[in-house]
């Protein structure tokens, strides 16, 4: 009896310590009225800014749910507009590996929040600030910086190839009108 | 009508050449013992109540769950449960009663246990890979538990339908989790399957020919061929589902050219079917206990046969009646109606063969019997409310609403929960060697028969008065808290109906009445050998002479003779009158298959994650598979000289 308790208590601490925060979701982050993302006075404008004050929600980047609101908040509040889906248009890529002002969690919160020069608008007081924070992941996850679990997948509505029913028709050569018999042959 | 005429019950030895066989047959048949045994064991029996004990388990926690669910439920407004926390509750509820309780309960567990036992033979066909199909199951829910206690059980619902569980709209690893419990418990069905339709057309004691075999048996073999023909849909809708998240294919995916409703289609391919996996050996269950308990061959054994084959097959022709509600064109709407209807046909049949049985016996009512009257008044309202839904105007009104949940409480926990605890009562004796307690058992049947109506009966008004299913709260102005609150009192005598079960079968195992060979003064072969069977099953292997082989014997049924009895050695008959063929032999105790079963485990679970598990895993799974078939000598020169064509 006391081996198999025992078995169960090492089986029960195997399973508690891979808890993960990937599948953490977080359903009540305050309405979206109460919290907007407060506007930081502009200092410099650069890489090197420092973060502003620690109100980073650290489950934000780990969670897979946060991820993925973000990938849906990034189409709702039109990104896409300008950053397209993160190959760049308008807008830098956001899908390289360069990063003008900084490539951090925190530096992305930023420069959404405070906008940035030659176009980036500052969302200060228009976006709730958790939701900042998810679409900051999401940013950071298109150029691979998130682990691969927590990442999101494909978006269902952007083929990577032409899919083979959506080719324009083709016309072979048998294709041509056929001459039609009329009378069977005897 | 006769008693252990056919087969030489342990207790009954009356020669000592009797019992030198017994002690020989004991020892070529052992179970290796101790520890490392335990992992090696392959007998049917064995394995049997392993799957029953497993499958109970997982009622138990699945029952649990919806206690939760209950209790959620029971207040307006009540934040006991997070949204997604009640997400998670109610798709585990749903996955492990569906895949890891209720099919592996109706068909896995009972069949292995009794088919072998009821044709009169001395193991089922494949042990080693009934003994795979068992670990697999097991893995498969531990693994489901395992991820739910670590805030990653599914939550996208039982079924799972995409686009809500695919790459885009399910984030995390949940929706995979999902995808591969179902591929684990659908393996260890097909498994089981192979295994119960090889063991019936092959392994049947001489003289049960097609027309002589039990109810019970041939509703599981109409099962096993159900779920051959269902279970590869499901696997091939839920791979897909797992490709699409993890390996970027795009089956569906409408942008590209997939489809989204074909998930629906492969899917209830297999769940309707589903159904009748689960209900056709409660049914089978429901004659054989009826026969017994009425003191009677059962009415109408051929109607009853061909109702059982004919709803197989009609189970087949009507799976899109759960897809009314997606847009599908009229002219299939009409006809998945008729085809719905179509299937009273054979459940009225066979519910008036049983009342015939019933009203033209002398009825014994134990506690066995009282379970079937309470399936047919609980299955009975769930057929009828079947005939609502299977209308496509009312069904597009109670689509996914509490009308649809009260709907199938009643024909599932009717059709396969009732049937099974009566099965348990019937059956215990067998098991165990123990009495279960009468009076213990009419307060367990009457707990949950109150119980049941309390919680699910007022279901059909909420639907009606439109509560959606899966909601996590209501607001306390809609008109549902006071149903609500009567529900979840429901649950209170259910989940004492289930204790009171608990307490029987512990208090029974410790102290219960010794079980004679034939408490019930039952025909089945199963009651001819000792309780619980030994390893052998039986001392003489049996023939047959009527559907109920012990009320049908003659004074002097003869044995099978000329066995040999220092191997594992079985009897193979025809397939249609089950006339002797030949001998074969069986494969021993070995530990390959549980080591087969942890690599696939550990491939299955790996692919959840990297795709490029299922080809790393497939090396040492093919070394599991090497080694679980290597032969022995002695074993093919035994198998050569059975041989007679390659001796001359």
Redesign the interface.
């Known amino acids: 009896m006391s081996f198999r308790s025992r078995e169960f208590f090492a089986f029960a601490l195997l399973v508690s310590l891979c808890a993960c925060k990937r599948e953490q979701r977080i359903f009540d982050p305050g309405s979206a009225a109460s919290q907007p993302a407060g506007a930081t006075p502009l200092t410099e404008v650069g890489a090197g800014t420092s973060p502003p004050p620690g109100n980073r929600p650290n489950a934000i980047a780990e969670s897979a749910y946060a991820v993925g609101e973000g990938k849906r908040l990034y189409q709702a509040y039109n990104c896409v507009g300008c950053h397209a889906n993160g190959g760049g248009a308008i807008g830098p890529a956001l899908m390289d590996s360069e990063w003008i002002y900084g490539s951090s969690l925190e530096q992305i919160h930023s420069t959404i929040v405070q906008g940035r020069p030659n176009g980036m608008p500052s969302f200060a007081g228009k976006i709730p600030d958790y939701q900042v924070w998810e679409i900051a992941a999401y940013v950071r996850s298109m150029s691979g910086q998130l682990p691969s679990d927590v990442a999101p997948s494909r978006s269902d509505h952007m083929p990577m190839v032409v899919p083979e029913q959506s080719r324009p028709k083709e016309h072979p050569g048998a294709e041509h009108p056929q001459p039609v018999i009329t009378e069977p042959q005897r | 009508m006769n008693e252990q005429h056919v087969v030489i019950a342990e207790e009954s030895y009356t020669t000592t050449s009797d019992a030198e066989r017994a002690a020989q047959l004991a020892k070529v048949w052992a179970e290796p013992s101790g520890f490392l045994g335990w992992f090696k064991a392959v007998h049917h029996t064995t394995i049997g109540k392993r799957y029953m004990v497993t499958a109970f388990g997982f009622f138990l926690a699945a029952g649990l769950l919806a206690g939760a669910m209950r209790l959620q439920l029971a207040f307006p407004e009540a934040h006991i449960m ?3 926390l009640y997400n998670q509750v109610f798709t585990m509820h749903g996955s492990v009663m569906m895949f890891l309780f209720a099919v592996p309960m109706m068909f896995e567990a009972l069949s292995v246990y009794f088919v072998p036992l009821m044709v009169g033979t001395r193991n089922i066909a494949f042990p080693r890979l009934n003994a795979f199909s068992y670990y697999l199951f097991l893995f498969a829910g531990l693994m489901l538990f ?1 991820f739910f ?4 059980g599914p939550d996208r619902g039982w079924f799972s339908y995409v ?1 809500l569980s ?4 399910a ?4 929706a995979d989790i999902w995808a591969q419990l179902i591929t684990f418990t659908e393996i260890s069905g097909l498994c089981v399957a192979v295994e119960v339709i090889v063991t019936v057309f092959k392994l049947r004691a001489p003289g049960m020919s097609l027309n002589r075999i039990p109810i019970f048996v041939w509703g599981e073999v109409v099962t096993s061929f159900m779920v051959i023909f269902a279970m590869p849909g499901v696997v091939v809708a839920s791979t897909m589902l797992l490709l699409d ?1 993890t390996a ?1 294919t ?1 089956f569906f ?5 997939g489809d989204v409703l074909l998930f629906q289609h492969l899917f209830w391919w297999f769940g309707h079917p589903e159904v009748y996996i689960i209900f056709i050996p409660g049914t089978a269950i429901v004659s054989t206990i009826a026969a017994t308990f009425s003191r009677r061959h059962v009415f109408g054994y051929m109607a009853l046969v061909l109702s059982l084959i004919a709803t197989g097959f009609i189970a087949f022709g009507l799976w899109v009646h759960h897809m009314f509600a997606t847009g599908i064109p009229q002219m299939s709407e009409g006809f998945f109606t008729a085809a719905s209807m179509m299937i009273a046909i054979p459940a009225g049949t066979q519910i008036f063969c049983w009342l015939a049985t019933i009203l033209t016996g002398k009825v014994v009512l134990k506690t066995p019997m009282w379970w079937v009257l309470g399936f047919f008044f609980v299955f009975i309202i769930g057929g009828m409310t079947g005939i609502f839904v299977a209308s496509v105007p009312v069904d597009l009104q109670v689509h996914d609403t509490y009308f649809v949940v009260a709907h199938f409480h009643y024909v599932l926990i009717g059709g396969a929960v009732f049937p099974m605890f009566g099965a348990f009562a019937y059956w215990f004796p067998k098991l165990t060697g123990r009495m279960l307690s009468e009076m213990l058992g009419l307060w367990s049947f009457w707990l949950f028969t109150i119980g049941f109506n309390i919680t699910f009966f007022p279901m059909h008004i909420l639907g009606l008065r439109g509560m959606p299913r899966r909601v996590y709260t209501y607001p306390a102005d809609a008109g549902w808290t006071a149903l609500n609150q009567i529900e979840s009192v429901g649950y209170i005598f259910l989940f004492l109906g289930v204790a009171v079960f608990l307490y029987n079968v512990w208090h029974s195992l410790r102290r219960g009445e010794m079980a004679p060979a034939n408490p019930w003064q039952a025909g089945g072969l199963e009651w001819a050998t000792a309780s619980p069977p030994a390893t052998y099953n039986f001392l003489n292997m049996p023939t047959v002479n009527g559907s109920e082989p012990l009320w049908d014997a003659l004074p002097d049924q003869p044995v099978v003779s000329g066995m040999h009895e220092d191997v594992r050695e079985i009897v193979t008959t025809r397939i249609l009158d089950a006339e002797p063929e030949g001998r074969d032999e069986m494969p021993g105790p070995t530990a390959w298959p549980f080591i087969a079963a942890v690599v696939t485990t550990a491939l299955f679970i790996g692919s959840i ?1 990297r795709p490029i598990a299922v080809s790393i895993g497939a090396i040492p799974l093919a070394i599991a598979l090497i080694g679980w078939f290597w032969p022995t000598r002695e074993e093919s020169q035994r198998r050569a000289r059975r041989n007679i064509w390659e001796q001359s």
């Open positions: 997070s949204p997604d395992a206690f670590v805030n990653s686009p695919g790459p885009d709209y984030p995390g690893k949940r998240r970027s795009q995916n409408p942008a590209v050219g994650f």
